[in-house]
């Protein structure tokens, strides 16, 4: 019995859910000994091209029956399920055609956390069936791990004996798997082919979306493992000479030429690592790890992963000037934080795993509040809570779900709400926000510490039930200060309040789509400024500009803007209540910002 039927999913137009884009992440680990708490760090950047909704769910331990397969990506392998399977917290990524194979972020009941990185492309060739065993592994080895692990060097076990079961389909990823007391990172190349190692316990590791491994023995034997095959694969593939090349050096040998040192992944990795020592970094190589200039607190970690390369050569003036708010994301230079960076975590475990604190960013986190949420007592914040029935979307995380993608009445959708509309006044309120939000940081923190401590003294009490109601209780008055705080905020936003008349037809649009709008009072928008999209996606590639010549006053101080009818089509595969922005400046240099919800018919 397939997972498919079991769940009673349907399957139509599943094929699309692995065609959908994964973008660059950033993860780094701190050792435990450079770590303020004693226990490992983890903090991470999903980072997804495209209109991508992010739901959080708890899912519950279970008792599966004998024969059940794991619901997997078309032509991927149909893999037996254990009988008992732990409880996770779960991060789910999905877009309008299904759910992303290579992006959820996952914790389970026993303190392991899986994130993971693109490495794409390894040099390996995907057309190769012959490096698959019955269609290879991709989504479902996170999710394996999630279900399955007891630690993070168990993991490690599984991850390998997946890979070497099945092989992994694509590219090339590196998996990054973490407790309390150690973190290993698994780099994988396209089929049979990986390396893993623990990430030291008195440095930081940096990864951005390249290879880190570079030579195998600069890792103690107990430290690394690879695949028997790692060197005579490149041997024979000519992607190594070892009478030229001296030892292999994973990186270099299977990152692909135009990804080996690419500016997007060296600039992040190199001004990580500079933060992290405090020095500027001149060196040509990308270590797997540093030691740092002291002990590597939270706050650090949320520093690097809200970074944008400010005060640098690498962050110029005109790099800014494409969008109304002169935001700092999806320039020519790609930054830390950016535009598709679509959630930012910082995992601080603790010695008993509902203990464990997991900060969380709900979008770009340049722009939003890191709330302490506590996910491992099962029990979330309603506003982030956006699953009905966990374990049914888990079984159908794959197939396509169109209304998805839909404005959605949730915390989570006012946080997504905040940051999008953010990003057309950025330069005006950056500083302000910046400065409010580590303010209210370090509140949660004092708050969050004195939290953590009384729920342990239950625990040890075993009194287990009231240290759970009692984390529960604080994350979700968190959760709602967070949201009280953005809300007050965004009155210093020049809002333009807005309407649309015209075509909202998907299958029958008018020739064009008019916007009427009220400028802040006085003001002259200019219309060369101006820009019009779906939330969530990139304002620099994917807003529309007005049809030339269309901006013109209607009175009152109202003015209309046309646009072409297309920017509507954008992601949307069904009818529904869509969030768009109107962004723009006036003469006096001002930016405004407009958010229209638009309901769209068949």
Same mark, same amino acid.
Request: hydrophobic share 40%.
């Given at each position: 019995?397939?997972?498919?039927?079991?769940?009673?999913? #349907? !399957?139509?137009?599943?094929?699309?859910?692995?065609?959908?884009?994964?973008?660059?992440?950033?993860?780094?680990?701190?050792?435990?000994?450079?770590?303020?708490?004693?226990?490992?760090? *983890?903090?991470?950047?999903?980072?997804?091209?495209?209109?991508?909704?992010?739901?959080?769910?708890?899912? =519950?331990?279970?008792?599966?029956?004998?024969?059940? @397969?794991?619901?997997?990506?078309?032509?991927?392998?149909?893999?037996?399920?254990?009988?008992?399977?732990?409880?996770?917290?779960?991060?789910?990524?999905?877009?309008?055609?299904?759910?992303?194979?290579?992006?959820?972020?996952? @914790?389970?009941?026993?303190?392991?956390?899986?994130?993971?990185?693109?490495?794409?492309?390894?040099?390996?060739?995907?057309?190769?069936?012959?490096?698959?065993?019955?269609?290879?592994?991709?989504?479902?080895?996170?999710?394996?791990?999630?279900?399955?692990?007891?630690?993070?060097?168990?993991?490690?076990?599984?991850?390998?004996?997946?890979?070497?079961?099945?092989?992994?389909?694509?590219?090339?990823?590196?998996?990054?798997?973490?407790?309390?007391?150690?973190?290993?990172?698994?780099?994988?190349?396209?089929?049979?082919?990986? !390396?893993?190692?623990?990430?030291? %316990?008195?440095?930081?590791?940096?990864?951005?979306?390249?290879?880190?491994?570079?030579? #195998?023995?600069?890792?103690?034997?107990?430290?690394?493992?690879?695949?028997?095959?790692?060197?005579?694969?490149?041997?024979?593939?000519?992607?190594?000479?070892?009478?030229?090349?001296?030892?292999?050096?994973?990186?270099?040998?299977?990152?692909?030429?135009?990804?080996?040192?690419?500016?997007?992944?060296?600039?992040?990795?190199?001004?990580?690592?500079?933060?992290?020592?405090?020095?500027?970094?001149?060196?040509?190589?990308?270590?797997?790890? *540093?030691?740092?200039?002291?002990?590597?607190?939270?706050?650090?970690?949320?520093?690097? @992963?809200?970074?944008?390369? =400010?005060?640098?050569?690498?962050?110029?003036?005109?790099?800014?000037?494409?969008?109304? /708010?002169?935001?700092?994301?999806?320039?020519?230079?790609?930054?830390?934080?950016?535009?598709?960076?679509?959630?930012?975590? *910082?995992?601080?475990?603790?010695?008993?795993?509902?203990?464990?604190?997991?900060? %969380?960013?709900?979008?770009?986190?340049?722009?939003?509040?890191?709330?302490?949420?506590?996910?491992?007592?099962?029990?979330?914040?309603?506003?982030?809570?956006?699953?009905?029935?966990?374990?049914?979307?888990?079984?159908?995380?794959?197939?396509?779900?169109?209304?998805?993608?839909?404005?959605?009445?949730?915390?989570?959708?006012?946080?997504?709400?905040?940051?999008?509309?953010?990003?057309? !006044?950025?330069?005006?309120?950056?500083?302000? #926000?910046?400065?409010?939000?580590?303010?209210?940081?370090?509140?949660?923190? &004092?708050?969050?510490?004195?939290?953590?401590?009384?729920?342990?003294? $239950?625990?040890?009490?075993?009194?287990?039930?009231?240290?759970?109601?009692?984390?529960?209780?604080?994350?979700?008055?968190?959760?709602?200060?967070?949201?009280?705080?953005?809300?007050?905020?965004?009155?210093?936003?020049?809002?333009?309040?807005?309407?649309?008349?015209?075509?909202?037809?998907?299958?029958?649009?008018?020739?064009?789509?008019?916007?009427?709008?009220?400028?802040?009072?006085?003001?002259?928008?200019?219309?060369?400024?101006?820009?019009?999209?779906?939330?969530?996606? &990139?304002?620099?590639?994917?807003?529309?500009?007005?049809?030339? /010549?269309?901006?013109?006053?209607?009175?009152? /101080?109202?003015?209309?803007?046309?646009? %072409?009818?297309?920017? $509507?089509?954008?992601?949307?595969?069904?009818?529904?209540?869509?969030?768009?922005?109107?962004?723009?400046?006036?003469?006096?240099?001002?930016?405004?910002? %407009?958010?229209?919800?638009?309901?769209? *018919?068949?």
């Amino acid at each position: 019995m397939t997972g498919w039927k079991a769940r009673g999913c #349907l !399957v139509t137009l599943a094929v699309l859910s692995c065609m959908t884009p994964v973008w660059a992440c950033m993860t780094l680990v701190v050792g435990k000994d450079v770590s303020p708490t004693g226990h490992v760090l *983890v903090a991470h950047n999903e980072d997804i091209g495209g209109r991508t909704m992010v739901e959080h769910g708890w899912v =519950e331990p279970k008792v599966w029956p004998d024969g059940y @397969l794991l619901p997997a990506e078309p032509g991927r392998a149909a893999i037996p399920q254990i009988g008992e399977t732990f409880g996770f917290y779960w991060i789910q990524a999905k877009s309008a055609t299904g759910g992303h194979s290579n992006a959820d972020g996952f @914790l389970n009941e026993n303190g392991v956390l899986v994130v993971s990185n693109s490495c794409a492309d390894s040099k390996v060739m995907v057309f190769d069936d012959s490096r698959l065993t019955d269609g290879g592994v991709e989504y479902n080895l996170r999710r394996i791990v999630a279900e399955r692990a007891t630690s993070a060097r168990n993991a490690v076990d599984i991850i390998i004996g997946m890979v070497n079961a099945y092989g992994y389909a694509p590219s090339g990823r590196t998996y990054t798997v973490a407790d309390k007391d150690e973190a290993w990172q698994v780099q994988i190349a396209s089929g049979k082919l990986y !390396v893993a190692v623990r990430c030291p %316990s008195d440095e930081v590791v940096v990864i951005p979306n390249h290879y880190t491994v570079h030579k #195998l023995s600069d890792f103690a034997p107990q430290d690394i493992i690879y695949s028997e095959n790692l060197i005579p694969y490149a041997t024979d593939w000519w992607f190594y000479d070892p009478e030229t090349d001296g030892e292999l050096d994973f990186a270099k040998a299977y990152q692909d030429d135009f990804t080996w040192k690419s500016a997007e992944n060296v600039h992040r990795h190199a001004r990580a690592m500079s933060i992290l020592q405090g020095r500027a970094w001149t060196e040509d190589s990308y270590p797997f790890s *540093v030691k740092p200039r002291g002990k590597v607190s939270v706050d650090t970690l949320k520093q690097i @992963l809200r970074d944008h390369y =400010e005060g640098t050569f690498n962050d110029p003036a005109w790099g800014r000037a494409a969008v109304p /708010g002169g935001a700092p994301h999806d320039t020519a230079i790609r930054r830390i934080c950016t535009g598709t960076t679509i959630e930012s975590v *910082v995992c601080q475990f603790s010695d008993v795993p509902a203990l464990t604190t997991l900060w %969380s960013a709900f979008g770009r986190p340049c722009e939003l509040p890191y709330v302490p949420l506590h996910p491992l007592t099962g029990r979330l914040p309603r506003e982030i809570d956006q699953m009905e029935d966990s374990s049914l979307e888990l079984e159908c995380h794959l197939l396509p779900d169109y209304a998805l993608v839909a404005h959605e009445d949730s915390g989570w959708q006012r946080f997504r709400d905040f940051g999008n509309r953010m990003e057309m !006044v950025y330069e005006q309120n950056i500083f302000a #926000l910046s400065r409010l939000l580590w303010s209210m940081e370090c509140g949660m923190a &004092d708050s969050n510490a004195t939290a953590v401590e009384r729920a342990s003294a $239950l625990f040890q009490a075993g009194r287990g039930t009231e240290a759970i109601a009692l984390l529960a209780t604080f994350d979700q008055i968190q959760t709602n200060r967070a949201l009280a705080v953005i809300t007050d905020f965004s009155r210093n936003f020049n809002e333009a309040p807005a309407y649309c008349i015209g075509g909202i037809s998907l299958s029958n649009p008018a020739s064009t789509f008019y916007v009427t709008f009220d400028p802040p009072a006085g003001e002259r928008p200019m219309e060369e400024s101006m820009k019009f999209g779906l939330g969530s996606l &990139d304002i620099r590639l994917q807003y529309a500009s007005p049809m030339p /010549g269309s901006l013109r006053c209607v009175g009152d /101080g109202r003015w209309q803007v046309a646009f %072409s009818p297309s920017v $509507l089509m954008n992601r949307i595969y069904a009818p529904g209540l869509f969030d768009f922005f109107l962004g723009g400046r006036t003469t006096s240099g001002n930016s405004f910002v %407009s958010q229209l919800l638009v309901r769209l *018919v068949q």
